[in-house]
């Protein structure tokens, strides 16, 4: 079954730092763009970062552009996102997500990871 | 910016009944939106791609329409499994954007 798994949520204090990953399993993972879609508690959803297939075309939210930055390994079929800077609106469960194809839909999702960032 | 409005935001509704639930994008985007459907404490699940096609293993009571600026999502027939959050999301810009959801609830 294709899915994806994240990891790394944890509770941060402000100014901290953290690495999300993603594993992907059964499918071919280099032959998709990926993005990381997160959701503060109780509230909607928040479109973060896309990359494309080979990592080298990025997008970023304006909010994060400057402190997260969305990567990954084609080779080990892992996402990652390193969140630096971290806020207390960061706060939310961060979901890796796979696009069909370009400019279309996000058709595999993650179970989510829970980002905390509080003193 | 890209803005997408749902209306309404919360929807009682009683099984059987037929819902829908609508989309409005701040500035076209073609036929470049989608539709998920989150229950609590789980992953949103992809219901409606490209503004009315429906995503493999979705029921067909489930349809979506429109194009440019205004988009329907419609249950013909309400399940008790239906009863969850609706959103939402364009793929026509550089920057994603989602709808703030529909949150539908048991009448």
């Known amino acids: 079954e294709m899915q994806l798994v994240e990891s790394g949520g944890a509770s941060v204090q402000p100014g901290g730092s953290l690495r999300l990953s993603c594993v992907a399993s059964e499918f071919a993972f280099s032959n998709y763009f990926f993005s990381w879609v997160r959701q503060a508690p109780g509230k909607g959803l928040e479109w973060v970062a896309n990359?494309?297939?080979?990592?080298?075309?990025?997008g970023y939210v304006d909010s994060v552009k400057g402190r997260f930055t969305i990567s990954r390994d084609n080779a080990d079929n892992s996402l990652f996102l390193q969140m630096n800077s971290l806020r207390a609106e960061d706060t939310a469960v961060y979901y890796c997500?796979?696009?069909?194809?370009?400019?279309?839909?996000?058709?595999?999702w993650g179970q989510g990871t829970l980002v905390t960032v509080s003193t | 910016d890209m803005q997408l409005t749902q209306s309404p935001s919360s929807l009682s509704a009683s099984v059987g009944d037929r819902v829908t639930i609508t989309c409005r994008a701040s500035?076209?985007?073609?036929?470049?939106l989608n539709w998920y459907q989150q229950k609590p404490g789980k992953a949103p699940k992809l219901l409606i791609y490209a503004a009315s096609k429906l995503q493999s293993g979705v029921p067909s009571r489930f349809s979506g329409s429109g194009s440019g600026t205004d988009f329907t999502l419609t249950i013909s027939s309400l399940q008790p499994e239906d009863f969850a959050t609706y959103f939402c999301q364009e793929s026509y810009s550089r920057t994603i954007t989602f709808g703030q959801g529909t949150r539908l609830d048991i009448k």
């Open positions: 997500a796979r696009w069909r194809g370009a400019q279309s839909e996000l058709e595999l």
């Open positions: 500035q076209s985007v073609s036929i470049y």
């Open positions: 990359i494309k297939r080979g990592g080298d075309e990025t």
